[in-house]
């Protein structure tokens, strides 16, 4: 059974920072691309950024470029998200990703990823 666990949200000030991990069981972790998007109330759900298989390229959505980067350890099974320069636009919902590809392709779109985690809440306010 293939799981992605999301951690690390919270209550956060603007301007703070906050790392988002994704630990993910039940398949090949370094076959899959990753990737995080997120959900505020009231809106669908956006892509945030994708990191390959290999960890070495990363793209992200224009608002969070800049403040936001990926990382990911295929040792552990995990990828990683860390939010610096926090806004309150950034309050959502956010969700891990996994898309079964290699090579440098990233997956932005929501209908190229085949599992997903519950989410983790990020609340940033004052």
């Known amino acids: 059974q293939v799981q992605l666990a999301e951690s690390g949200g919270g209550l956060v000030h603007p301007g703070g920072s906050l790392r988002l991990s994704c630990t993910v069981s039940?398949?090949?972790?370094?076959?899959?691309?990753m990737a995080w998007f997120r959900q505020a109330p009231g809106k669908g759900r956006e892509f945030v950024g994708v990191?390959?298989?290999?960890?070495?390229?990363?793209d992200f959505e224009d608002s969070v470029k800049g403040r936001f980067t990926m990382s990911r350890d295929n040792d552990r099974n995990t990828v990683y998200l860390q939010m610096f320069s926090l806004r309150p636009e950034d309050t959502a919902i956010y969700y891990c990703?996994?898309?079964?590809?290699?090579?440098?392709?990233?997956?932005?779109?929501?209908?190229?990823?085949?599992?997903w985690g519950q989410g983790t809440q990020v609340t940033v306010s004052s």
């Open positions: 039940g398949l090949s972790f370094d076959l899959y691309a």
């Open positions: 990191i390959t298989w290999s960890g070495r390229n990363s």
């Open positions: 990703a996994a898309d079964r590809r290699l090579g440098e392709y990233m997956p932005r779109r929501r209908e190229e990823f085949d599992f």
